[in-house]
């Protein structure tokens, strides 16, 4: 029997810290007035689960050397990386209602050299896995035994580099390194099949030779198992195909281009989108 992701991360209900956590970035947005809605809302159960209960990470030392190495490849999601690193202590939350100001660390994709937790500066879709496969083999010709994850849009598989990246990965047998996309089916302009059709995604990655897992992208304890399971290093590298609702959480946001991004946003609709959450 065929399980319908879809309709399981429709149907699946926030919990409380999913809805405390969708607060923040209410607060985020509220505080620099702009910012991609929709994308930080469909990742940010991923991201949850992979600093709640998979990454070896370190709040008070973001630099350690035995750290678990994460990758957000779709830089614009990055409120929902912020709220995450705010959460867990990196930087006070308090914070998160600069966003985007002129003094503030938190801009509009997350930024290395500004900002504890941050691994790679991305914006520009198509790159992160190629720094995450830099990674990977520096975990291998070092020896050591840290891990590295990165988390890409379904969007963003248009871009070419991502499959020269797969393919390298494949070859090397990058077993250290674990591929997350956040399958929303859409992307700025648009449902994904309408613009460049990914089907049959499972199959795709299979045949570039990565393991595929299939979840639920807001069911926390299935993402925590997933996510956490034990890696060959020199075995297969693996992909998770997370199926996500864009906006998640928010019945106005959910599924719609209107809210990938918006270069400005009122306080009515910041009171709105707050009652949504409160129903959800």
């Not at 309709?7 to 620099?32: F, H, Q, T, Y």
Request: proline share 3%; aromatic share 6%.
């Amino acid at each position: 029997m065929t399980t319908n992701y879809v309709e399981l991360a429709n149907k699946i209900a926030l919990d409380k810290r999913s809805r405390v956590l969708r607060s923040l970035v209410l607060d985020a947005l509220e505080g620099g007035g702009r910012g991609h809605l929709g994308p930080a809302l469909s990742l940010l159960e991923i991201v949850r689960a992979l600093y709640d209960s998979v990454l070896n990470h370190d709040p008070t030392n973001p630099l350690l050397a035995s750290r678990d190495r994460f990758v957000l490849s779709k830089g614009h999601g990055c409120l929902g990386l912020f709220t995450v690193l705010a959460d867990h202590g990196y930087f006070p939350t308090s914070e998160l209602r600069g966003f985007c100001g002129f003094e503030s660390n938190l801009g509009g994709h997350p930024e290395r050299a500004t900002l504890p937790g941050i691994e790679f500066s991305t914006g520009a879709l198509g790159h992160g896995l190629s720094v995450g496969i830099g990674m990977a083999m520096a975990s291998r010709l070092r020896n050591e035994k840290w891990r590295t994850f990165v988390l890409l849009g379904d969007g963003e598989l248009n871009e070419g580099s991502v499959w020269e990246g797969a393919m390298h990965a494949s070859q090397h047998q990058l077993g250290a390194l674990t591929v997350i996309v956040d399958f929303n089916r859409m992307q700025a302009s648009g449902d994904i099949d309408s613009i460049v059709s990914l089907a049959p995604l499972a199959a795709k990655w299979e045949a570039f030779g990565f393991e595929v897992t299939e979840v639920n992208g807001h069911d926390i304890e299935q993402l925590a198992e997933v996510l956490g399971n034990s890696i060959n290093p020199l075995g297969k590298p693996r992909v998770v195909i997370a199926h996500t609702v864009k906006g998640k959480g928010f019945a106005s946001a959910e599924n719609s281009t209107a809210w990938h991004h918006k270069a400005k946003i009122t306080k009515d609709e910041i009171i709105i989108l707050r009652r949504e959450l409160q129903a959800s």
